[in-house]
């Protein structure tokens, strides 16, 4: 494992083609959609459901909160004060969906919109894995962050998707992708 390939195993390649994927909003602007969404990554919000339920936390920011059907079905009914950073075509879609005060646009390898706020919990839900420097994403949920906030990162495991032998990303969209003792290693450093 080296640091300049986020301690991902000697051997790995990056997907470099991922970063050329055109954002397909059709997805996110089908209602039908809509239902289905709830499904991805549904253990990782439910988690989020239990963290503030038991530490009664007050706000949530969900970088990457793709078409806000689990920020706003799972999670706002329990938390008032959420806010959801995405892509900002996908956002423009969720603001006319849902409550356009809440959704933001940005860009997390390029960062330019700033909330002059902390959180109480930051969820990043299968996000780490689509960019080309996710240091990019650590520095955003740093900046809001305070010494007590809880955080959710999630990606897909390499070792279970794929056999351990993988040596690149088999999801066309992805950059690279961990296994767990790797994306600890890096989020450790």
């Given at each position: 494992m080296n640091e300049k390939n986020y301690f991902i195993k000697e051997g790995y390649k990056t997907n470099l083609s991922g970063i050329a994927e055109m954002l397909d909003t059709t997805f996110w602007a089908n209602k039908k959609h809509s239902e289905f969404r709830i499904y991805i990554q549904y253990y990782?919000?439910?988690t989020a459901k239990k963290l503030i339920k038991k530490y009664n936390l007050k706000s949530v920011l969900d970088i990457g909160c793709?078409?806000?059907t689990k920020l706003m079905k799972l999670i706002y009914p329990i938390c008032k004060d959420i806010c959801g950073i995405d892509n900002p075509a996908i956002i423009r879609i969720n603001k006319e969906i849902y409550n356009p005060e809440i959704f933001f646009g940005d860009n997390i390898e390029n960062p330019r919109l700033i909330l002059n706020k902390k959180f109480d919990l930051i969820i990043s839900a299968d996000v780490i894995e689509h960019l080309i420097n996710p240091d990019t994403l650590l520095s955003y949920i740093k900046k809001y962050s305070h010494e007590n906030t809880y955080i959710i990162i999630s990606t897909p495991e390499r070792d279970i998707i794929n056999d351990k032998d993988n040596i690149t990303p088999t999801n066309k969209n992805h950059i690279r992708e961990w296994n767990k003792e790797e994306?600890?290693?890096?989020?450790?450093n």
């Open positions: 990782v919000y439910q793709g078409g806000g994306l600890s290693t890096y989020l450790k």
